[in-house]
C-alpha cells in the first residue's frame, strides 16, 4: 500500500509537503496556500546566491533605460541558473518596458517566484500523471494553482524578504549532539 505518489515526488521536501496537501481535499485551499511560500523560499535559498541580491539590489535606479538593461545584462554570471536567472530575466523585461527605481528588483523577483510556484504545480501534475490517475493530477494541479493565486501577497512578502535579509548569512538552527551539550535559553 503506497503513501500516495507525493512520496515518490522527485522534488525538494517542501513541494512534497504541497503536492500532499494540494492532494488531499481535507486540507483547505488556504492550508494548501500556507505550504506554498516556505517551498519557493527553500527553493530561492538553494539555488540563488547572496552575492547576486546584493549586486541586483545595488544597481542605481537612477539608471536611463539602455543603460539599466546593459547593467542588468552583466549581472548574468552571478545570477547563475534557475530563480537567480529568472529574477535577472524578469528585471530584463521589466526594464525594457520602462520599469525602474527601487521597485524592479522586487517586482522581478516575485514575478520569478510566481513563475516557479507554476512550475511546481505542472511538475507535480506530471509526476502524479505517471504514478496516479489523469483525474486526480488534474484535480492536485487544479488545486495548487488556486492556492498559487491565493498567495500574490505572500509571494510579494516573500520577495521583500528576500530583499532584506539575503545580504546577510542565514540564521540557521544548532542541532544538539548529547546531553553534554546541555540545555540553551
Known amino acids: 500500500m503506497s503513501d500516495g505518489p ?58 536611463f533605460k539602455d543603460q539599466m538593461e546593459s547593467a542588468l545584462e552583466a549581472l548574468r554570471p552571478v545570477a547563475g541558473i534557475g530563480l537567480g536567472r529568472a529574477a535577472l530575466d524578469h528585471a530584463i523585461q521589466l526594464a525594457a518596458k520602462g520599469e525602474s527605481g527601487p521597485d524592479l528588483p ?30 486526480r493530477a488534474q484535480r492536485v494541479r487544479a488545486r495548487i494553482e488556486e492556492a498559487i493565486s491565493n498567495c500574490g501577497a505572500a509571494i510579494n512578502g516573500l520577495s521583500q524578504k ?18 553534554d551539550d546541555g540545555v540553551t535559553h
Do not use: Y
Request: aromatic residues 6%; positive net charge; charged residues 30%.
Open 162 to 179: 528576500i530583499l532584506k535579509n539575503d545580504s546577510g548569512p542565514s540564521a540557521r538552527v544548532v542541532k544538539r549532539q548529547g546531553l
Open 6 to 63: 507525493h512520496r515518490s515526488l522527485p522534488m525538494r521536501r517542501s513541494w512534497k509537503q504541497v503536492a500532499e496537501c494540494g492532494d488531499n481535499r481535507a486540507f483547505a485551499p488556504e492550508e494548501v496556500s500556507q505550504t506554498i511560500v516556505p517551498a519557493l523560499e527553500q527553493d530561492w535559498r538553494a539555488e540563488v546566491i547572496p552575492r547576486f541580491v546584493e549586486t541586483f539590489c545595488g544597481l542605481p535606479a537612477s539608471l
Open 106 to 135: 522586487q517586482k522581478a523577483i516575485a514575478n520569478a517566484l510566481t513563475e516557479r510556484a507554476a512550475k511546481g504545480a505542472r511538475q507535480v501534475e506530471e509526476h502524479f500523471l505517471r504514478k496516479s490517475t489523469e483525474p
